[in-house]
């Protein structure tokens, strides 16, 4: 059971340095851009960030959850990718119907993606309220 948790560490740490690289790139990319969210017609603007902020994000959630679905399907835990990355998304949004689990030894790597899904969409939350405040916050001065 410890090897399995330590191998599941290594794919939480490979998904918390993507998610964490792509939001301080889309930070990046917000700081380098300030006549987006400046001027007139700027509403127009906010929205085009907006969908592209939630955009980026949706990707590197899709990223992590292959990531997750690649080391099932990799070691064997299950017999085909589409059911790998099925399991991976239910997990990793926590959502987890139960029509599908791991082997018994594997159990507990399933709710470790769990609690990594649900951490690092409060990090996707918090930078889009971040980045929605920043706009008020401009919007009004």
């Known amino acids: 059971m410890l090897r399995e948790i330590l191998v599941a560490g290594v794919v939480v740490m490979l998904c918390l340095l993507i998610h964490v690289a792509g939001l301080l790139l889309l930070a990046e990319w ?65 959502i987890g119907y139960g029509d599908i689990l791991l082997p018994q030894r594997w159990r ?7 609690v990594t899904g649900v951490l690092l969409c409060g990090i996707s939350t918090a930078f889009i309220f971040a980045v929605i405040n920043a706009l008020f916050q401009r919007r009004r001065a």
Do not use: C, N, Q
Request: charged share 15%.
């Open 30 to 94: 917000l700081i380098l851009r300030p006549h987006l969210i400046e001027g007139k017609k700027a509403i127009l603007r906010y929205s085009v960030v907006l969908v592209t902020l939630f955009t980026a994000i949706l990707f590197l959630h899709t990223v992590e959850t292959s990531l997750w679905a690649s080391f099932y399907y990799l070691r064997g835990l299950f017999s085909d990718f589409e059911t790998s990355l099925y399991f991976s998304v239910s997990s990793y949004a926590a």
């Open 108 to 114: 507990l790597v399933g709710a470790i993606e769990g």
